[in-house]
């Protein structure tokens, strides 16, 4: 994802490049940031 946005994506734009429901993406990037990975940040 770096390589595409490296000043970061909002939720909705990943969920389309991957083509899953917004959901299911909420559940895994709070599994990633919970375990260090990435973090979220606001603009």
Do not use: Q, W
Request: charged fraction near 15%; glycine fraction near 6%.
């Amino acid at each position: 994802m770096v390589k595409y946005a490296p000043n970061g994506l909002v939720a909705g734009e990943i969920s389309k490049m991957l083509d899953i429901p917004k959901t299911n993406l909420a559940f895994h990037l709070k599994t990633i940031v919970h375990s260090g990975l990435t973090n979220n940040r606001c603009l």
